[in-house]
């Protein structure tokens, strides 16, 4: 019966992984049914998984302090925008908020990893991944040949196109899988690696030829690069290393990458107005934090309020200014929702330096750097990407966990 009752806490912790991506924009749905899966996930972590909660509770004591303070810090901010924008009621505000409510998921998913292992949790997302790469590499193949949509929720009115080919993201799993899937055949899953390097080249193909987001270029990349610095292996692995490093550089040249990514932050450029458009919206939204850093301008509803949402010139995207936009959003009190989870996710990913386990230290080193990078302009907290900020978090807080024990036991 235990199995059981489990069983249906992990297939409602895969409803809401697919609902965040919209079961692969097959499906419209009201927004707030990813809020509404996280709280029936949260619910039933509570009735079904005592034992793990007890754990969260006593040895994850950071996971308590986390989601104490950032939603007190919410509910404040929440009831700040109530009284603000009478227009837009406690309806409208939820709508302008929910994402961030989102933080509740890291409870179940951490009573999930520390009931079946995060290998497990990796394998769910991995094929989550893989589905969904494979289904926008057909898509940038159909278009351009007969034009035929198979994503149809992902483009509303009009298909996106950069560079004359199709464009569509990986998505925050899609992204992340990149550095897990690298780490799975570069440091040798002895089973499974010529899967995990298929997988991998997928992942790649996808964010240089599909996706063709500048930050997720870089930012993966980095990531990589660091992982394999961190490999301690023998001499020959010494030698592949400085091997992939030429290989990389050799790529990178001769694929004009690098041009591209220069001239796509010009102010004259075909991008121009994408970079232009960011500066402006930059500069509004620290204006807005200046003026009132403890609340900012609070959470939004643009279908109410547009011109203090988008800005005076209408070209202010809270998506695209990561951590400035959320200064604007919640003020000062995203230190407690987004700042100390990161210090301590790092804090966590420097102690693993010293786990007998050093490969899996330059996946969680990787896994760092794509969030740190990331929060200049993608950041986890926004709707598109908030189921990954609380998985994240349960990840971390796992490894955590597993290296308090380690101490216990030697001690």
């Known amino acids: 019966m235990k199995i059981r009752k489990k069983s249906l806490l992990v297939m409602t912790i895969v409803i809401t992984l697919l609902a965040s991506i919209k079961f692969f924009y097959q499906i419209s749905f009201n927004k707030l049914l990813v809020l509404f899966c996280v709280i029936i996930s949260f619910v039933l972590g509570l009735l079904v998984c005592p034992k793990e909660m007890g754990t969260i509770k006593r040895e994850a004591k950071f996971i308590n302090f986390y989601s104490s303070t950032a939603l007190v810090s919410l509910f404040i901010v929440f009831g700040y925008s109530v009284l603000m924008y009478g227009a837009q009621g406690v309806r409208g505000t939820l709508y302008a908020s929910y994402s961030y409510f989102t933080l509740l998921f890291v409870y179940p998913v951490l009573c999930w990893i520390i009931s079946d292992g995060e290998e497990h949790v990796f394998g769910i997302l991995n094929i989550i991944s893989f589905i969904w790469c494979m289904l926008i590499v057909a898509q940038s ?20 196109m950069r560079d004359g080919t199709i464009r569509v993201s990986l998505t925050w799993v899609g992204n992340l899988m990149i550095l897990y899937n690298f780490y799975r055949f570069y440091f040798r899953d002895k089973m499974k690696w010529k899967m995990a390097f298929f997988e991998f080249l997928i992942g790649l193909y996808g964010l240089v030829f599909i996706q063709k987001t500048r930050m997720y270029l870089i930012t993966l990349f980095i990531g990589i690069i660091l992982m394999v610095w961190l490999d301690r292996g023998n001499i020959n692995k010494r030698l592949k290393k400085v091997c992939f490093f030429f290989c990389v550089a050799g790529i990178v040249y001769a694929s004009g990458i690098i ?51 988008r800005g005076p010139l209408g070209i202010a995207y809270y998506d695209d200014l990561g951590f400035v936009a959320q200064l604007a959003r919640t003020g000062l009190f995203i230190v407690f929702i987004y700042v100390i989870p990161v210090l301590h996710m790092t804090k966590i990913a420097w102690r693993m330096r010293k786990a007998a386990d050093r490969n899996k230290f330059a996946l969680y080193v990787g896994f760092v750097i794509y969030i740190i990078l990331t929060s200049g302009s993608l950041i986890l907290l926004d709707a598109q990407r908030c189921i990954a900020m609380p998985m994240m978090v349960a990840l971390f807080e796992y490894q955590n966990i597993e290296m308090n024990r380690k101490l216990k036991s030697i001690y």
């Open 259 to 309: 041009d591209s990514l220069l001239g796509s932050f010009s102010m004259v450029g075909k991008e121009a107005g994408s970079t232009i458009a960011r500066l402006n919206g930059m500069e509004y939204f620290w204006g807005i934090f200046m003026n009132n850093p403890l609340f900012g301008h609070g959470f939004v509803n643009d279908a109410f309020y547009p011109a203090i949402v």
């Open 141 to 160: 193949i159909l278009y351009p040949f007969n034009g035929q949509i198979i994503i149809p929720e992902y483009f509303y009115d009009n298909v996106i």
